[in-house]
């Protein structure tokens, strides 16, 4: 990759160091907001679940009370009786008796007027008869829900099955799980109520959050507007966009370092020893009293990915230096093979110069890089000359072995 490539992708990868941690943390800013949300919803509608489990409780004891009739019916005591229970239950408002069909008393007193019984809209596991909405003629009220088991039957106010303490905006509905709509407070949108009923799991869409809570056969659905996600939001980037920040710095600031690493001339070398990008040129060498080629000398040259050629003391110097120059080592040798194991086995007397660098020397680790070569390929031994420069003896003893393992 070439410098302007470098600098292009580095560029890119920066405006990406920043865009990145960023958008992660507006995006979990987001997430976090809509899940705490939710949470808060959910918690309401698990106590609507609560007070609506409660009020059928209460309902269903004060039935069972009444029933079965062992008064005379609409006597003075079974009136009281259903007064009573009445009075002291919170969530039922009146309680009637009916016979064929037909209102009979009421915990008001006796009925002079034909009353017939509502039919049912629904009818609970334990055998309650439930009408969700009705007009009582007797106090002639708002609507009531009738809840009848047997000859008595229980009036109630609907919202008594959502009677919880909700924030401002906040919207409920407590529903059977098939569907009935028991109560609601705040007048949630019949339509949407029923669209989640038909699929209650949590959700969000353009104008509203949702949330659903099951209980025993009952589903509760809490919402409120989209627009209450925006405080909770601003409080999540608050505490995550200084994260991203930090983030994004650090990313920028590792792009920058790479590319200037990348940049280097050391960096450059570098990639060229991994990319394999050294070639062999190779200088004659002259029998003066016959005037034959008998040989050759291998220079190593590096050859850039856009054609241009980097002389030895370009790059020779900074490889030494850095310890690079082994592995260039191991590359030409196996270049010199490559290039002239058919010349060298068919001309014995031939032979090839390789130079070394002052760490080959220093570690001796040449040696068997060659051995294993010459095992490989059929090239005898006193075909490869070695050659070093004097910065190879600076360490008399590691060179004397160097050079005693080579010969």
């Known amino acids: 990759m070439d410098r302007s490539r470098a600098i292009i992708v580095a560029t890119v990868l920066v405006i990406v160091s920043i865009v990145a941690p960023l958008g992660s943390m507006m995006y979990l800013a987001w997430t976090r907001a809509v899940n705490e949300e939710q949470g808060r919803l959910e918690l309401f509608a698990r106590r609507a679940i609560l007070r609506a489990t409660i009020t059928l409780r209460e309902i269903r004891s004060?039935?069972?009370?009444?029933?079965?009739?062992?008064?005379?019916?609409?006597?003075?005591?079974?009136?009281?009786?259903?007064?009573?229970?009445?009075?002291?239950?919170?969530?039922?408002?009146?309680?009637?008796?009916?016979?064929?069909?037909?209102?009979?008393?009421?915990?008001?007193?006796?009925?002079?007027?034909?009353?017939?019984?509502?039919?049912?809209?629904?009818?609970?596991?334990?055998?309650?008869?439930?009408?969700?909405r009705m007009q009582p003629l007797i106090t002639q009220g708002n609507a009531m829900m009738a809840l009848q088991y047997r000859s008595h039957n229980v009036l109630t106010v609907p919202s008594r099955f959502s009677d919880v303490i909700v924030d401002p905006g906040m919207r409920l509905a407590v529903a059977t799980s098939g569907g009935q709509i028991l109560g609601d407070l705040n007048g949630p949108d019949p339509d949407v109520v029923r669209r989640v009923l038909a699929n209650p799991v949590n959700g969000i869409d353009d104008e509203r959050l949702i949330a659903v809570a099951r209980g025993d056969n009952l589903v509760a659905v809490a919402m409120e507007p989209r627009s209450f996600l925006f405080e909770r939001m601003r409080e999540e980037e608050l505490r995550l966009v200084p994260v991203g920040v930090v983030l994004s710095v650090l990313m920028a600031g590792l792009v920058m370092w790479s590319l200037r690493r990348r940049l280097s001339p050391l960096g450059e070398l570098e990639i060229a020893v991994k990319k394999r990008e050294f070639i062999v040129h190779y200088q004659p060498i002259i029998e003066l009293s016959s005037g034959n080629c008998v040989g050759a000398e291998a220079l190593v040259r590096w050859l850039r990915p856009d054609g241009s050629?980097?002389?030895?003391?370009?790059?020779?110097?900074?490889?030494?230096?850095?310890?690079?120059?082994?592995?260039?080592?191991?590359?030409?040798?196996?270049?010199?093979?490559?290039?002239?194991?058919?010349?060298?086995?068919?001309?014995?007397?031939?032979?090839?110069?390789?130079?070394?660098?002052?760490?080959?020397?220093?570690?001796?680790?040449?040696?068997?890089?060659?051995?294993?070569?010459?095992a490989r390929t059929g090239v005898e031994a006193q075909q490869i000359w070695l050659e070093a420069t004097e910065r190879g003896f600076i360490n008399v003893l590691p060179a004397r072995l160097t050079l005693g393992n080579a010969r």
């Open 62 to 132: 004060a039935l069972y009370a009444v029933e079965p009739l062992n008064l005379l019916p609409c006597s003075p005591d079974h009136i009281a009786r259903m007064r009573r229970l009445t009075v002291n239950t919170r969530s039922v408002d009146e309680i009637g008796y009916f016979e064929n069909g037909l209102l009979k008393c009421t915990s008001w007193g006796l009925v002079n007027e034909r009353v017939h019984q509502t039919p049912a809209d629904f009818v609970t596991e334990d055998g309650l008869e439930v009408t969700l």
């Open 309 to 374: 050629l980097v002389q030895p003391d370009q790059f020779i110097p900074l490889a030494e230096d850095s310890g690079l120059i082994m592995a260039i080592t191991d590359q030409v040798i196996d270049k010199v093979m490559e290039d002239l194991c058919e010349l060298l086995i068919n001309d014995r007397g031939a032979h090839i110069a390789i130079n070394l660098g002052a760490d080959d020397i220093r570690t001796g680790r040449v040696i068997d890089v060659l051995q294993h070569a010459l």
